[in-house]
């Protein structure tokens, strides 16, 4: 029904910049909100960003407030993250999610769907 595809991963130095892309597509879909997450080797994943789709209201994680934006483009429901001042804690898979709103209401979401994730590195 939905398909979520990541790109922008890839490596980087500490304190260096790099921006993830996710698009959704399919036939018949609302979007809520859509969001980001990560997990790094031996934790377990954790929520990074997210976004409401008709005001643009968009929380953060306390760990990246600062250094990293979400954004999105309504028409291409696609999401975006801006990572700047990356460091190697931020080293992960990142999965972006799509809420479709059911049941949904403020920040209390339920992702209906996943990416596959993208991969990534911040070298020191």
């Known amino acids: 029904q939905v398909q979520l595809v990541e790109s922008g991963g890839g490596l980087v130095q500490a304190g260096g910049s790099l921006r993830l892309s996710c698009a959704a597509s399919g036939r018949a879909f609302s979007t809520y909100a859509m969001g980001w997450f990560r997990q790094a080797p031996g934790k377990e994943r954790e929520f990074v960003a997210a976004i409401r789709w008709s005001g643009g209201l968009t929380l953060y994680a306390d760990s990246v407030k600062g250094r990293f934006t979400i954004s999105r483009d309504n028409a291409k429901n696609t999401v975006y993250l801006q990572m700047n001042s990356v460091t190697p804690e931020d080293t992960a898979v990142y999965y972006c999610?799509?809420?479709?709103?059911?049941?949904?209401?403020?920040?209390?979401?339920?992702?209906?769907?996943w990416g596959q994730g993208t991969q990534v590195t911040v070298s020191s």
């Open positions: 999610a799509l809420d479709e709103g059911a049941g949904s209401t403020g920040w209390v979401l339920g992702y209906d769907y």
